[in-house]
């Protein structure tokens, strides 16, 4: 990832299928830390962040993060 810093397998988690933290306000840091961890995640299909307040920078980040994740399969990141 180019921009998701610290992206390496060390932050892999291998149960968690679906992430569902809509309507919680993750900040900058939560959308990097987010996207460096979609980076090196093999099992998530499904992540809800509507109404996270997610800006353009971070889109950016978690647009980055997940070219290179071949998993998830349902997104939802409407304002």
Do not use: F, M
């Not at 992430?19 to 996207?35: C, F, K, R, S």
């Not at 099992?43 to 993060?65: E, K, M, N, R, V």
């Amino acid at each position: 990832c180019r921009r998701a810093a610290h992206c390496d397998g060390s932050q892999a988690n291998a149960t968690v299928t679906k992430l569902d933290i809509e309507y919680n306000e993750i900040g900058p840091e939560g959308v990097t830390h987010l996207a460096s961890a979609l980076c090196a995640n093999t099992t998530l299909t499904s992540l809800d962040l509507g109404c996270t307040g997610i800006d353009d920078g971070g889109a950016i980040q978690l647009s980055d993060a997940l070219a290179a994740n071949v998993t998830l399969i349902n997104l939802n990141i409407l304002p």
